[in-house]
């Protein structure tokens, strides 16, 4: 399994981006996928998850109502759409995904939000 987050970059307070996250190899639509995060000096922080059928979703606190997780199994892509950023969203963002045997990681996406 190879996951490959792109979308990330350079965005202003108060803007928008949206993260994929491309899966290759034996990626199921029973797995369960993540978006994680990682700030300068920080802990890895998780920030949201998807059931294998897209049907169930959570997120963490910090990024409700302003993050939505979604996917398209057709593709197997993860997607994360991200808005009202704020400074404070601004870290490395991985995707995973949760097979039978073990949970994969993606190299990260940087986002960087300026004040």
């Known amino acids: 399994v190879q996951l490959v987050e792109s979308g990330g970059g350079l965005v202003q307070a108060g803007g928008s981006l949206r993260l994929s996250c491309a899966a290759s190899?034996?990626?199921?639509?029973?797995?369960?996928m993540n978006w994680y995060r990682q700030a300068p000096g920080k802990q890895r922080e998780w920030v949201a998850v998807?059931?294998?059928?897209?049907?169930?979703?959570s997120y963490a606190d910090s990024v409700k109502g302003r993050f939505t997780i979604s996917r398209v199994n057709a593709n197997n892509t993860l997607y994360l759409q991200m808005n009202s950023l704020k400074p404070e969203d601004t870290a490395v963002y991985y995707c995973?995904?949760?097979?039978?045997?073990?949970?994969?990681w993606g190299p990260g996406t940087q986002v960087t939000v300026s004040s």
């Open positions: 995973t995904a949760t097979t039978s045997s073990r949970t994969y």
């Open positions: 190899g034996s990626i199921s639509s029973d797995d369960v």
């Open positions: 998807i059931t294998g059928d897209g049907r169930a979703t």
